[in-house]
């Protein structure tokens, strides 16, 4: 048996055992142990004896690969991003966002609901994780929302779609992960995300604003807030945007010259800043131990799926099954936007059976060398390409579009990890409540990918002037 028949026949065992249940981190690690075990052994020639030379050899690759990738600096990202918004949570800076969204557009049709969306967009410029931002707010909007008239579903919808904002807003997780496994510029990819994240918190403002105007009581506006109030609710959200400042910096100086160091040494001042802020609110230890604990553990689920999908991506590499995917792809008669389209949509349905970083640690591998063969190659100028970009702006375009499918992923039921949280939090609501809130959401995100598409400008300006 041919090694491309190997990776297709262990790639669809192992995609049944991840809908029937088992963890994308262990599902992937025992395919590809399996996979390099039987490719050795095909290669040995199926004799009886050479089986344990196989798996012997296969152990050794599979032991290797965690260590050699998870070494890298850049990973180091991870656990910092996702202190700063724990901490950021208990230096009480998300219910002084919160606040000051409230006051500020408060007055618009569905006003709570929409300072709830913009707050979680602020909150994940200092969060890089989803589940996090949707836990905090979830405390903080939820309860708000329901005191003035608010539909329960309908609020715990917004927090829950609101908390996806942190997979594209820097610092993002997601993104780290996706820049590491395309060997692209983690720091351009941050710079990406920035615009796109703006035009998402947008888009699902206006919606909110559309259904108040259109469903009677469906949002009241929230009013009686003077001008010095709402000027008064800024300098406590303050600290937020120094922190956002610092990230920028580090990975981009926008009055020109050299950035001022690298995107983990942003990560960490932003992190010690954010500390500082903390114990200056009165953090107590036990605040303390429980945000490293939260921390620690987010890090290591992260890590635990990166750890076992590598190891299935080195029996990738042995299969040749993204290469033989990217030829058959190039292949296709048809335009190279539809196809484009097509790969997109198939992300939204793996999305209603897997957890977003599972998803994209899986299927990268095989689908970004596929894109850029669409695109011409990563060695592509512009005036050459498919898409009418270069190789390396191809490869940063495709990745915010496809960490917004894993956005998009987070509320989908039935996995939604957002809505479980979300439900988890609220005694009063069940995930079925949760996932009929956030289904006006999907209209949103629609659109928002649609415009990504349509005009990738908006995701290449920032990147562009790095």
């Known amino acids: 048996m041919e090694p491309i028949d190997i990776g ?12 029937l249940g088992m963890r994308v981190a262990f599902a992937a690690g025992l395919a590809g142990l399996v996979g390099l075990t039987w490719i050795f052994w095909a290669k040995f020639g199926y004799e009886p004896d050479k089986f344990v030379k196989a798996l012997t050899v296969s152990v050794k690759i599979a032991g290797q690969v965690p260590h050699s990738k998870i ?23 998300t219910t002084a966002l919160f606040e000051a969204a409230k006051r500020w557009v408060g007055w618009l049709p569905g006003g709570m609901a929409v300072a709830t969306v913009f707050a979680t967009a602020g909150f994940a410029a200092v969060s890089g994780a989803s589940v996090a931002t949707a836990a905090v707010f979830a405390r903080i909007a939820i309860p708000e929302m329901l005191k003035i008239g608010y539909n329960k579903r309908f609020a715990a919808g917004v927090v829950a779609a ?16 996706y820049a ?46 003077s001008w010095s109030e709402r000027f008064r609710s800024l300098p406590p959200a303050f600290p937020i945007a120094f922190v956002v400042l610092i990230i920028i910096f580090f990975i981009y100086n926008p009055f020109g010259g050299d950035a001022w160091g690298t995107p983990t040494e942003g990560g960490a001042l932003g992190a010690f800043v954010v500390f500082c802020m903390a114990v200056w609110k009165g953090m107590r230890w ?39 995917f990217a030829e058959w792809i190039s292949s296709l008669q048809q335009p190279p936007m539809l196809t484009l389209v097509m790969i997109l949509l198939a992300y939204a349905v793996l999305g209603m059976f897997m957890d977003a970083i599972g ?88 659109i928002t990918i649609a415009t990504l598409v349509a005009f990738p400008a908006i995701v290449l300006w920032l990147p562009s002037m790095a």
């Open 286 to 324: 036990g605040q303390l131990k429980e945000a490293l604990l939260e921390t620690a553990k987010l890090a290591a689920m992260i890590f635990t799926i990166i750890w076992g999908v590598l190891i299935y991506v080195r029996f990738l590499g042995f299969a040749d099954l993204p290469g033989a």
């Open 8 to 19: 297709i026949i262990v790639s669809a065992g192992m995609l049944v055992t991840v809908v």
């Open 71 to 93: 070494s890298s600096q850049a990973l180091s990202l991870i656990p910092t991003f996702i202190l700063i918004g724990y901490l950021a949570y208990y230096a009480g800076l």
């Open 162 to 177: 609101g908390g996806t904002l942190a997979s594209l807003i820097p610092p993002s997780a997601i993104l780290v992960i």
């Open 359 to 446: 998803m994209l640690l899986l299927t990268l591998p095989v689908v970004y060398p596929a894109v850029m063969a669409l695109n011409g190659g990563e060695m592509v100028s512009a005036a050459d390409s498919a898409f009418g970009m270069s190789g390396p702006m191809c490869a940063i375009w495709f990745g915010i579009l496809v960490v917004k499918m894993a956005e998009f992923c987070l509320i989908t039921p039935p996995i939604g990890l957002n809505c479980f949280v979300v439900a988890g939090v609220r005694e009063d609501l069940s995930v079925q409540d949760v996932f009929r809130g956030v289904m006006p959401f999907f209209i949103a995100d629609a």
């Open 180 to 225: 590491i496994i395309v060997e692209q510029d983690v720091g351009k990819l941050l710079l990406a995300g920035f615009v796109p994240g703006a035009v998402s918190a947008l888009i699902y403002g206006a919606l909110i604003v559309g259904m108040a105007l259109t469903i009677p009581n469906f949002g009241p506006p929230l009013r009686g807030f």
